[in-house]
């Protein structure tokens, strides 16, 4: 039966995990995987975020039900519409341990159109952007890239350059080499120094 199927799978991925009907295609058509999500809803296995997004909540003995982080929700978002995301330069820059500011509204560049989603309490805003924002949309090095902008071209110093390289393993920083071709030229040198720190 595909409710269970799919009750399986979704508690198989723990609480805290957040999907939409796409994400069981391999189960069953749109039509029996959306009347089994709805089931599971009112049923309270799941919950409905919005219209085609759910989530299998996490719990606390003292709050009850918690709301999905709007990270999580935006990456389910653009997993849905099949769009990249890369966090804003300053959701970037908190991120990563440069910025203690947290930004009030999460803001996120994508490859899809420019809009505004309300989750629940979490306003999460889609910003449209070009390809060269985007470089490594989805990674770590991505992050690094968007933080560097926050910084600014004048303001990049060696606790800058310890910080980011702090957050790479090996294989983030020969990436990070790899896809800095595509962005401004005044992040190689950085980019260099970044790689170059053991």
């Known amino acids: ?15 805290g995990a957040i999907f939409a009907p796409l994400d069981f ?9 959306d009347q089994a999500l709805s089931r599971l809803a009112d ?3 799941i919950r409905r975020l919005t219209r085609g997004l759910y989530d ?4 606390s003995a003292r709050l009850g ?11 389910a978002i653009a997993r849905k519409d099949n769009q990249v995301l890369q966090p804003s330069p300053a959701m970037a820059a908190n991120q990563l341990g440069l910025s203690t500011q947290v930004p009030s509204k999460p803001i996120y560049m994508t490859d899809g159109p420019t809009r505004t989603k309300t ?6 805003q889609f910003r449209n952007a070009s390809s060269k924002t985007l470089v490594g949309a989805g990674q770590k090095t991505g992050t690094v890239f968007q933080a560097l902008r926050y910084v600014g071209k004048n303001r990049v110093d060696s606790r800058v350059v310890d910080t980011l390289a702090r957050n790479l393993d090996s294989k983030d920083r020969a990436l990070l080499a790899k896809q800095s071709r595509y962005v401004p030229a005044w992040m190689h040198p950085v980019v260099q120094q970044i790689v170059a720190r053991n």
């Open 1 to 15: 039966m595909i409710t269970s199927s799919i009750r399986q799978r979704i508690i198989g991925k723990g609480r």
């Open 25 to 33: 295609l391999d189960i069953g058509s749109r039509a029996s995987v």
């Open 43 to 45: 049923q309270g296995v």
């Open 56 to 59: 299998y909540p996490r719990k």
């Open 65 to 75: 039900l918690l709301s999905p982080s709007a990270d999580d929700i935006a990456k």
């Open 119 to 124: 989750v629940g309490r979490q306003v999460i």
